[in-house]
């Protein structure tokens, strides 16, 4: 049944992936990229990270992904016109990317063998009550500091676009 | 295993069932309360007293002209309503009608599946449609469905702020995030309840959460982005027939959805207001005989004809339901049902009360209320209730 | 291996979408696209993260997930800011216009 679950929001996360860089519309970059977020939640539940599932709905596909599409149909971004462009990036960048992604899964499969298995319910400390504990006793200067930047983040996201508004 | 299956299946149907109907007959209340409160009788030709009219709507909305206009975004144009009904009926999926039940020897609780997280959940369901609205606004391809689209998702998240903060303000108080246990912990009486609870009466966190939930489901007073003569129709202007009969679905049950959690969060749930001992299991007796013979009098003396037969069949029927509440095989379920129920439909008489009642505001004023007034005072009750919590304990 | 998923595939998957991202970040002409891309390699990261964290089953792996969430929506809310303001100087989001700092 775990493996069925893995299987089947793997795909989902990479097709959804893939659309997200393959699409020319920022919109459907947009709606591929919740759903890719959306499968990443799913995974976390089978890993037994209730809070964090939760926070990514909650926070990035529910929150930073609207403030994309906002953006998107504010702009009224259209979709990506082909020009000439030089094929150097290319010609150099998808064998590169290939050698990359080739190193990560040979050392991946190397260093983690295959009696280390994931299954659900397997970890149970990722309850809001120990990532709570742990970031207000362990963690509370992050905690603090992430705040400040936040706080940052919004003075300087109005000031930025409301100069563009007026 | 096996059981465990079955019988969340049945629990299932159960619940879309009565979900799916009782959204139905809540557009019929709504109806009949607007008109009551505008000195008008309502639908009452459908039928007895306009009972069936939802079933006339639900058949003039499958039987229209299901367009699909060529100028739309079709992907996201099908997509969208989806979106809208799917979360909305997700979000009904953790929520606890009663306590434990025993069926046929198996015990379940009155809830489809009980979270640990269940809050969350909820809050997490409810930002993901916000989707439904804005992808319909885009991909309709009209400036009108586009404006309505984009104010009513910035309303959307921007009331999530004091909504998020008016929930974890009696968490704190409770201490779980699971709804079940959260029901659990507001048991006794009503001063246990967490509107009333000590350390710290959570009465502006309930009122900060209903006023948020107005926003967050698109009610009047914060109906700008949907209001008819303002745009058109706002985000569902391109629709017609099911796809618009899932917005509207979509809306009634958001709307259920945030009566149910303020029952939950702040009214105890299924609890009553005070213990079985003191004779808390024969309001509902008390009540629906007061219904019955209210209803029987009107018969004796009806203001149109028809009503003789029709307020004298529904006199009946209420003290029928009164006598069904006198038995004690269905007490341990029946009540802690009636309760909640109670509870969730005095809520939901607010909303359309208020429906009734108030004008709406203006976009403007709506997005100050939020940033300006209600997201301080929000962050202010956390505050207080997180001091007088650490300080009592 | 049938019977439950190995951590490998977990951490491999995480390759998978960053490898994506950072293939997006590289080839795509619009702005938007490759700051989805960014947050795409961020959330393979998060995946590593959270697979770390079931290995060693210690709950700082989540802790490290929920502080990347909080600083990619900040700087989310900021780019997205100067994207708005890019846009209405040189009305375009092709990264291969905006190629000099003169107007």
Known sequence: ?166 | MDAFIVITLIKLAVIAFVLLTAVAYLQWVERKVIAHIQVRPGPYRVGPHGLLQPLADVIKLITKEDMLPSYVNKPLYLFAPFVAVAMALLSIAVIPFGPQIEVVGYHTFMQLTDLNIGVLFVLAVASMGVYGVALAGWASNNKYALLGGLRSSAQMISYELPLTLAIASPLLLSNTLSLRELVGSQAGSILHWNILRLPFPQIFAFIIFVIAAFAETNRIPFDLPEAENELVAGFHTEYSSMKFAAFFMAEYLNMVTVSCMATLLFLGGWEAPWPASGGSNLVPTVIFVIAGLTALYHAANPPRLKDRYTFGGFGLIFLIIAAVFLAPIVQSWLLPLFWFLAKVGVILFAFIWIRGTLPRFRYDQLMAFTWKFLFPVAMLNMLVTSLMVAWFS | MMTAVPISWYLTLSAILFVLGVAGFLFRHSIITVFMSIELMLNAVNLSFVTFSYQYKQVNGHLFTFFVMVVAAAEAAVGLAIILTVFKNRSTLNIDELDSMKN
């Open chain 1, 1 to 166: 049944m775990d493996v069925i679950l893995f299987l089947i929001f793997a795909i989902i996360a990479v097709v959804a992936a893939i659309n997200v860089v393959v699409q020319t519309h920022p919109i459907s970059s947009a709606v591929s990229l919740i759903g890719v977020m959306g499968s990443l939640a799913v995974l976390y539940l089978l890993l037994g990270a209730e809070f964090i599932a939760a926070a990514q709905v909650i926070v990035y596909a529910g929150a930073v992904m609207v403030l994309f599409i906002f953006v998107i149909m504010l702009l009224n971004a259209g979709a990506e016109a082909k020009r000439g462009r030089s094929y150097m990036v290319q010609v150099l960048g998808v064998p590169l990317l290939i050698a990359l992604l080739g190193l990560l899964a040979f050392f991946v499969e190397r260093l983690f063998p295959r009696n280390i298995t994931v299954t659900f319910g397997g970890f149970t400390g990722g309850t809001a009550r120990a990532v709570g504990q742990a970031l207000f006793t362990t963690y509370l200067l992050p905690f603090e500091v992430v705040s400040l930047l936040i706080l940052i983040a919004i003075v300087g996201a109005i000031v930025l676009a409301r100069k563009e508004m007026d």
